[in-house]
């Protein structure tokens, strides 16, 4: 893997998820979040894993993210900042956040080290589509219709008239 396309896509991926954790405008926050995402699945075709990187784009891309902004918008949420709803306890949050993630990057290297990503994810890819759409359909499928009545209440709970 090329480690300046890694890079690229880390901070790429970076500035999304922090921009959508501080954007004061929820609908800015949304679409920073589009960003964050198209990082994580730059990753997997980085990767070699093309099938999960198209599912991330599918899935949280084009319907998640969906939602969210279709239940900002029709929910009349509190589109700008809210000074009520923030805390003046905003700078330990980030101290924890940095000891939670200094935690599991410990984690992380301490349970894999110097270990590499085998070339075989062709197979590996064959098994998660196979076991996606054969095994999993059902949840899958479950999931989907519970997304859908979702986006359903929140149009009721919107539209009282």
């Known amino acids: 893997m090329n480690v300046a396309a890694f890079v690229l896509v880390a901070i790429l991926t970076l500035a999304g998820a922090l921009a959508a954790a501080l954007l004061p405008k929820l609908i800015h926050a949304a679409l920073s979040l589009v960003v964050a995402f198209v990082g994580v699945a730059a990753f997997y075709f980085l990767l070699g894993a093309e099938f999960v990187g198209v599912t991330q784009i599918l ?23 809210e000074v009520r709803l923030t805390s003046k306890n905003w700078p330990m949050g980030v101290v924890v956040a940095l000891a ?3 935690v599991l990057g410990y984690t992380l290297i301490d349970a894999f080290g110097t270990d590499h990503i085998g070339n075989d994810t062709r197979q590996f890819t064959a098994q998660v589509s196979d076991s996606l759409f054969q095994d999993y359909l059902m949840p899958f499928e479950v999931v989907s219709v519970l997304l859908l009545a979702a986006l359903v209440g929140a149009i009721v709970l919107a539209r009282k008239e």
Do not use: D, K, S, W
């Not at 949280?60 to 900002?72: D, E, K, R, S, T």
């Open 100 to 102: 939670i993630a200094g």
């Open 59 to 81: 899935v949280y891309i084009g319907a998640i993210v969906v939602l969210f902004l279709f239940g900002i918008m029709l929910t009349r949420a509190p589109i700008g900042h």
